[in-house]
Each structure stands twice: as C-alpha cells, then as structure tokens.
C-alpha cells in the first residue's frame, strides 16, 4: 500500500490506504487498514466539490444517517466519518466477497441457496423498516457477500428517512433501478418505499432462481408495460412454494402484495431460517456520543474540524447537526418545582398506567421495566431524582436495557404527556462547536 514514490499513504494517522477497489460517479472506494488493529476496511472517497456542485449534499447525509440507523449482521456497518479541505471520507467494513450479481452472471443458484440469500436479504429489510428506512435501490449488484457467504446490503445512496414523507404519507421520488423498481413508483403517484423495497425482493428471488429477469425487452417501455402489469413467466425448475411467494411479491397493486411478517411465516421461507441476533451489535454506550463515535480522534495526528460540521460548512442552511445530537440527553431530563417523593410517586403512577414494573434501586432512583418483548428484549428505563435547590429537583432517564428507538419513542410519546403537570422544562442537548483547524496535510488520492 505505497505509492509509486515509496511513501505510505496514512490518514490522520490512523488509516493506511491501499489499492482502487472500484469508482463511480462521484466516488472512489480504496482498500485500507486500520493501523492500530490491522483491521481491513474499505474506505469511500468522495468529491466534495463533485457533490456541491451536483447539489448532492442532502443525498450524503442522508446515506450517513440512515447507516448510523441500521447496524445489522447483514447491512455493511459504516465505521466512522472523516473529512479534508477537500473530500469526505466514508470509512467502512470491508466486504471481501464481491456482488451477489457476480455469482448469477455465472448462472441460477440452487433453491437452498437462493433460499439462504434471500432470508438474510428480508432480515435485513426488516429491521431497516423497522427503523423506518426504506432502501429503495434492492438489487443483486447492491448485495455483497462476505468471506463467509453471507449477504451484505450496501449503498443507502437512495434510501429514505420517514421525514421524507410527503402529507400523504408516502414518497413521491423517482428512484431506483429499472428492471428491480416497483409500478407504483413509475406511477409517479406517491407510494410506500417499504411495500416498493419487497416489490424489489421479489425480482432478486426470481432472478437468483432463474438466472435471468422477471421483466425484460429491448424497449425500456415495453418492459415498463410488463411491470405494470406485474406479467412474467416462471422458468419449468421453479418449485411450487417459490412460484407461490414470488407470485405474492410482484403483484401490481402494493397494498395486495405480501408483507414481511406473511413471509417469515411460511414453510418455504422458515426452512433452516435463524434469525441473526441484531442486539449482538453494540450501540454507542450512554456515555458516549455520536459525536465521539464518528470523529477521529487520533494522538498521531493534529485536532482537526469536527466531519460533520466541516461537511455542513459546504451547503449554507444544512444543517447536520441532528446527526450527531446526544441521543441519552436530548428529551430525557427535565426540571420540576415538586419535591423528590412527589416526582417518585408520579413516576411509579406513570409505570402503573403503562403496565411497566416499578422497582425502586435506592430512594430516589427506580428503574421502570415494560412487559412486551421489542426488538432487543424488554425496554428498561432508569429515572433518577436530584434535588439541586429546595424547590428545584431535577430527574434523568437512562436506557438500562432494551432497543435505543423504542426508548426515544417512550421519552417521547409516553414520558412527556403523562409527566406534563409535574414538569417544569424538559432540558435538551448542548452540542459544542469544534474551533479546532483542519489537517490539510492528509490528502486521499
């Protein structure tokens, strides 16, 4: 990993970056080594001129969201953020299998892999939708294989975020890949990007299975006739169980196609199906902010500019700042006039009327534990009462288990209504400014 002239290619002391593994567009993305731990990562390059000028920018944060928002077993894990004068780097896990395209290219998978694949690739866009993501670009080439034969989905390029949703509540963005992209959005009358994505799944199953598409012409209109018409023909090898689930995907109308719940339901898709386990990976601890998640902080190099800040400087009135808020701080502490045992009888009133356990850990510090199992096992919450001045009390909430969404949702929707009358002001997040200056000396190719 040197260059021609014999020098090694470090950034901000922390990366070691090697050979072009591929380009697009806008971007170059190049082996690398983390150097402390000899860990290889690929590392995304990206234009910042190129992306000002295209006007691209909602577009890269959007992708940095909505991978902070997705870590699961089968979606390729963006790492960290970095930024130059020049370029943002996007430094993430590297997949050392290749596309799944190049495995159909040679040719139609068995039904146990195709089956394998496909499991992994609905997991997957389950637990995306769950965190209200759609990707919305699902296809053979965006599905990575790791040295093990598992699925990766990359590129979240595309991908919306619920505050995307028009006041009908569905996405009115023409996107996507031909062959893969469902009717309704070539309506161009809004749909919803979840139903869209499963439109998406059931092309790839089709095409692991046969080798080849549902949809396909010479004439891009002909073929665009064929998709809204939801008419293709199943090759004689298909099985009965996938020409079923197939037929139950690519139905025209989204409201009438199957849903992910109905899939994982049937024998076909549960045969040898284990679901991975998506709390095995770790979420930033409460102590630790996204902040000093995503910003290099290396003792070998100088302090330099905050990344998201410097990427927010590019585009006057973005502001990416929700991007790396203190998620445990912002919506969980307030400010009351009542005394402490006030505030602790209407916090065990409160677990009462949600059906949580009340269980008191010292005098004034409960923990709250809900009785319905979520995506990473019982949400428990921790509230905590000071009292700061004979009439100021102040009282925290901290997530001690379960899913980090569902507890915002509990800040949020149950928390905040039903503590209204014992409230003084709910006390949001402090971001501080970098003022620190940028290393320009750490230039990628």
């Known amino acids: 990993m040197a260059h021609s002239n014999g020098t090694r290619n ?8 090697g050979r072009l593994l591929g380009k697009g567009t806008f971007a170059k993305v190049y082996y690398g080594k983390q150097l402390n731990t000899g860990e290889s990562v690929a590392i995304k390059v990206i234009s910042k001129d190129q992306v000002k000028k295209e006007g691209l920018m909602e577009q890269i944060t959007r992708e940095i969201s909505v991978m902070r928002l997705v870590r699961h077993p089968n979606v390729v894990e963006l790492k960290e953020v970095m930024a130059t004068k020049s370029k943002i780097l996007f430094i993430m896990e590297y997949v050392r299998g290749g596309e799944l395209f190049a495995k159909v290219y040679r040719g139609k998978l068995k039904e146990d892999a195709a089956r394998k694949y496909f499991q992994q690739l609905i997991s997957a866009v389950d637990f995306c939708h769950s965190r209200g993501v759609s990707h919305r670009d699902l296809k053979p080439e965006n599905l990575l294989l ?11 390029g595309l991908s919306a975020l619920p505050e995307q949703l028009l006041n009908d509540g569905l996405l009115h963005t023409q996107c996507g890949t031909p062959a893969y992209v469902a009717p309704e959005i070539l309506r161009k009358k809004g749909y919803d990007g979840s139903k869209a994505d499963l439109w998406s799944c059931g092309v790839i199953l089709y095409v692991l299975l046969a080798g080849f598409l549902p949809f396909r012409d010479e004439n891009i209109m002909k073929m665009y006739g064929k998709v809204f ?10 099985s009965y169980e996938a020409k079923r689930l197939i037929s139950r995907l690519l139905v025209a109308d989204p409201n009438k196609r199957i849903t992910i719940p109905e899939i994982m339901q049937l024998p076909w898709f549960k045969k040898g199906f284990t679901r991975p386990i998506a709390f095995s990976i770790e979420e930033p601890s409460p102590e630790k902010t996204e902040e000093d998640d995503l910003v290099v902080k290396s003792k070998s190099s100088p302090p ?3 990344a998201f800040e410097f990427i927010s400087s590019m585009s006057s009135g973005f502001d990416l700042s929700s991007l790396f808020e203190n998620k445990r701080k912002a919506g969980s502490i307030f400010t009351s006039k009542c005394s402490a045992s006030t ?8 677990a009462k009327g949600l059906s949580f356990k009340f269980i008191k850990v010292k005098d004034f510090k409960v923990k709250m534990q809900g009785n319905v199992e979520g995506r990473k096992g019982r949400l428990s919450v921790t509230a905590e009462v000071f009292e700061v001045a004979p009439q100021v009390a102040i009282v925290e909430f901290s997530k001690s288990a379960g ?6 949702k509990f800040c949020q929707e149950d928390a ?14 402090c971001n501080g400014n970098g003022n620190s200056n940028v290393n320009t000396n750490d230039q990628p190719p």
């Open 146 to 156: 790791d040295e093990n034969g598992n699925l990766k989905i990359s590129d979240f």
């Open 304 to 306: 330099f500019l905050n």
């Open 10 to 17: 470090i950034l901000f002391g922390k990366y070691e970056m």
């Open 416 to 429: 905040r209504p039903a503590l209204k009358d014992i409230v003084w002001s709910w006390q949001g997040d």
């Open 343 to 350: 505030i602790m009888s209407k916090l065990e009133q409160v």
């Open 229 to 238: 018409r939801a008419e293709y023909e199943f090759p004689a090898w298909f």
């Open 403 to 408: 899913d980090t969404l569902e507890y915002a």
